[in-house]
Each structure stands twice: as C-alpha cells, then as structure tokens.
C-alpha cells in the first residue's frame, strides 16, 4: 500500500512539470501542486475505503479536482501575460491567486483620479480574461508614494482604484465580483528615497482571487 501511495504521487508531481515559457525555467506549477495534493488526499481516504484498489481510485478523483483548483488560475496567468506582455503591466503569482501591477505612467497623472485612455486597452483585457473565468474576483488596490499625507493621498488612491472597478463593472464584470480600496503609501514595492523609486509606488493593483 506505502509504495503505491509514493508511485502516485511521483506520476502526479512529474506528470505535471513543464518548462515555463516565460522564464524558461523548469518548475512544478499550481496544477502540479493541486494534483499532487489532491491525489494523495483522494488514495488516503480511497485506501480506507477499499484498501489499494480503492487508493487507486481515490488518487483518480483527488488528482482531477486538485488538477482544475490549480490549472483554473494557470490558464488565467498565461492569457493575462499573452495579452499584457507589452503594456508595462506586471503579472504575478501570489499564492493561489493572481496579481496586476499597473504603474500610473499607464494609468493616472500625478495627483489626479481620471484615468488615461492608455489604460483603456489594458483593462478591456482584463475584464475579456475576468468574464471568461467567472470563478475569480477581483480587488482592486490604489497606492501612491510618500510624498504627500495620508488625508489626502489614502482618498486620493481609492478614488483611483474605484474609478478602474467602474471601467471594468463597465466592460461587463459583475460588480458582485469586484471590491475596491485605497492604501495610499503603504505596503512600497521601491524605495521612496528616489523619483524612480516614487514612479514605480504610484500604481494600482489588481489581486484576482482564487473563489473556487
């Protein structure tokens, strides 16, 4: 019984390795992690239910539905990066979910909330991923950098980030899906000491989470 539950999960996790097309580095992806997971919990409860046969079955079941847990925000990934891949948009993983980092060079002047028509084609693409892949919800987060104080600037990115829910409420996702807020300058991805650094704190972000 031990050996069979180590064969399965070897398959699974092999099975399921590939070389990202981005990085072309060799790695495990979520899929692979879901259906490895998913068969080793699907052969224990099998095994107890009816013994290696029933393993056998079990780890068919489990490595389907860890497999479509994984694989649901893979596929997103690799659509948002195919369509974003020019724009000056980040995609990256975050755990089991996906993240947008879209500077205000794309998005918004210095100190004003109307969007620019250059973000436009940049949330079209994602609002066509989002309504493809209605399991995911999407939250929406305004930063800016530490220049000004948070009365103003806390206001200021949440305006921001509820002006890109709106277009994208507009682009036919389900308001039910989205949530919007204002963090002003916490949570830096650079350093505030320096105008580049400043330029890359002025963003929105997009979180699209893994409601499965």
Request: charged share 20%; net charge positive.
């Amino acid at each position: 019984m031990k050996k069979t539950l180590l064969s399965l999960l070897a398959v699974a996790f092999l099975s399921a390795c590939a070389t990202d097309p981005y990085t072309g580095e060799s790695k495990v992806s979520k899929t692979a992690w879901g259906t490895g997971i998913g068969t080793a919990v699907g052969a224990g409860v099998g095994a107890l239910i009816g013994g290696e046969k029933g393993a056998l079955i079990g780890a068919g079941v489990g490595a389907g539905v860890g497999a479509a847990s994984g694989g649901y925000m893979d596929i997103q990934a690799r659509k948002l990066r195919e369509r974003l891949q020019v724009t000056g948009v980040q995609v990256a993983r975050d755990g089991d979910n996906l993240r947008l980092i879209m500077p205000n060079a794309i998005t918004f002047n210095t100190n004003e909330d109307v969007m620019k028509t250059s973000a436009n084609q940049v949330l079209d693409s994602v609002a066509l991923v989002a309504k493809e892949y209605d399991k995911t919800n999407l939250q929406v987060l305004g930063f800016t950098d530490s220049t000004g104080n948070d009365k103003i600037y806390i206001p200021l990115s949440q305006r921001r980030a509820t002006t890109v829910a709106n277009y994208l409420k507009l682009r036919g996702v389900s308001a039910t899906r989205l949530s919007v807020a204002g963090m002003g300058a916490s949570n830096p991805i650079a350093s505030n000491a320096t105008p580049e650094g400043r330029e890359q704190n002025r963003r929105v972000e997009i979180y699209l989470i893994n409601a499965q």
